[in-house]
C-alpha cells in the first residue's frame, strides 16, 4: 500500500454540523415542509391540550357545584329560575332543559301527562348529547395527529434518505463523514413525526376518558332527575 494512503487513512474525518439547527438548514425542502407542518402540528396539539385541560377542570367544578346546590333541599323552581337567566352547560344545561320543557307542558293546561314523561327524557338527551359534542370538539385533531404523525415523519425520512444517497453518488465518496450528515438529517424528521404523534395519542386517549365519565356523569343525573319528575307526574296525574 501507499505510504501516503496510509497517513491519508489516518487522518481524522472532517467534522461535519450535525446540530438541530443545520440538519434542518441541509435538509431537502420537502423534508424542510414536512418537517415545519409537524412542528406546527406539534403546537396545535399542546395548545388543544391545555384548553382541553382548562374546559374539563372547569366542566367538573360545575358539575359539583349544580350537584351541590340541587341536593341541598333548595326548591327546584328557584334553581330553576336562577339558571336558567343565565347561559348554561353540562348538568345545569340538562336540569333547566327538562324543567323547561315541564313548565311548558303545565303552562300550556295539557290534560294527559302521557307522553310528557318520553317528551323530558328526549330534551334530556339531547341536551347531553350537544354537552359531549362539545367536549369532544378537536379531539378528532389528536386522534389524526397521532395516528399520521410518525408516516408523515417517515415520509421525511424516506425523501431526505433517498436525496443523500443521490449525493452520495454524485460525490463518488462512501465515507462516515459524507454518510452520516444526510442520514440524521432523514432521522431528524421521523424524530419530529414521533414528538408530535406521542403527545397526541397520549392525551388523546386521557381526554376521551374524561369525556366517557363526564357522560356518564350526565346520564346518571338525567335518569335520577327523570325519576323525581315521573313521581311528581304520578301525583299529579
Known amino acids: 500500500m501507499n505510504p501516503a494512503d496510509v497517513a491519508q487513512a489516518a487522518?481524522?474525518?472532517?467534522?461535519?454540523?450535525?446540530?438541530?439547527?443545520?440538519?434542518?438548514?441541509?435538509?431537502h425542502w420537502i423534508v424542510k415542509c414536512v418537517m415545519l407542518g409537524l412542528l406546527s402540528c406539534s403546537v396545535w396539539v399542546w395548545a388543544i391540550a391545555i384548553d382541553k385541560t382548562l374546559l374539563y377542570s372547569?366542566?367538573?367544578?360545575?358539575?359539583?357545584?349544580f350537584e351541590q346546590a340541587f341536593w341541598s333541599g333548595e326548591s327546584i323552581e328557584e334553581l330553576y329560575r336562577s339558571l336558567s337567566a343565565k347561559p348554561t352547560h353540562s348538568m345545569a344545561a340538562c336540569f333547566v332543559a327538562a324543567m323547561r320543557e315541564w313548565k311548558?307542558?303545565?303552562?300550556?293546561?295539557?290534560?294527559?301527562?302521557?307522553?310528557?314523561?318520553?317528551?323530558i327524557e328526549k330534551v334530556m338527551n339531547v341536551s347531553i348529547a350537544r354537552e359531549i359534542e362539545r367536549l369532544e370538539r378537536r379531539l378528532l385533531v389528536l386522534a389524526t395527529v397521532g395516528s399520521a404523525g410518525p408516516f408523515v415523519g417517515l415520509f421525511g425520512t424516506v425523501w431526505g434518505i433517498m436525496s443523500s444517497f443521490q449525493s452520495i453518488a454524485a460525490s463518488k465518496n462512501t465515507s462516515l463523514a459524507v454518510v452520516a450528515p444526510g442520514i440524521a438529517e432523514a432521522l431528524f424528521a421521523t424524530a419530529i413525526g414521533l414528538i408530535a404523534a406521542i403527545p397526541a395519542t397520549i392525551f388523546y386517549n386521557k381526554f376521551?376518558?374524561?369525556?366517557?365519565?363526564?357522560?356518564q356523569r350526565l346520564e346518571g343525573f338525567a335518569d335520577e332527575f327523570a325519576a323525581i319528575l315521573s313521581r311528581q307526574i304520578d301525583e299529579r296525574a
Not at 104 to 119: K, N, T
Open 11 to 27: 487522518l481524522p474525518l472532517p467534522s461535519a454540523d450535525v446540530s438541530l439547527i443545520a440538519l434542518f438548514l441541509q435538509a
Open 58 to 65: 372547569r366542566t367538573r367544578r360545575s358539575m359539583d357545584r
Open 208 to 215: 376521551t376518558s374524561e369525556v366517557n365519565r363526564q357522560a
Open 104 to 119: 311548558r307542558s303545565f303552562e300550556s293546561h295539557a290534560r294527559s301527562f302521557a307522553g310528557l314523561q318520553m317528551r
